[in-house]
């Protein structure tokens, strides 16, 4: 059975640092991709990081140099570093599991707060 499972959120204030995990169970071998995405109050849903088969990796341009996407296989388990946050951070943060083009899967989420 897939199944996504984020934890890690909370309140953190300007320039903490925070780090999710997501716990993608039944996605085997590398013939998928995980990703973060992250939706803020009446805003689009976007692309955070992702990081697919063997290794490869992408940032969205708001979080390169602050935020490192990383993969533990063994543990099946999908890591966001994030350092340097500032309340614009704030979201709702999701984890994604895509099994080739067109089937995905997502986790419930876990909120990041980003206040002093």
């Known amino acids: 059975q897939v199944q996504l499972v984020e934890s890690g959120g909370g309140l953190v204030q300007p320039g903490g640092s925070l780090r999710l995990s997501c716990v993608a169970s039944?996605?085997?071998?590398?013939?998928?991709?995980l990703a973060w995405f992250r939706q803020a109050p009446g805003k689009q849903r976007e692309l955070v990081a992702s990081?697919?088969?063997?290794?490869?990796?992408n940032y969205a341009d708001s979080v390169k140099g602050r935020f490192t996407i990383s993969r533990e296989k063994v543990r099946n388990t999908v890591y966001l570093q994030m350092n340097s946050l500032t309340p614009e951070d704030t979201a709702m943060y999701y984890c994604?599991?895509?099994?080739?083009?067109?089937?995905?899967?997502w986790g419930q989420g876990t909120q990041v707060t980003v206040s002093s």
């Open positions: 994604k599991g895509q099994i080739g083009s067109s089937v995905t899967y």
């Open positions: 039944g996605f085997t071998g590398y013939g998928y991709a």
């Open positions: 990081i697919v088969g063997g290794g490869i990796i």
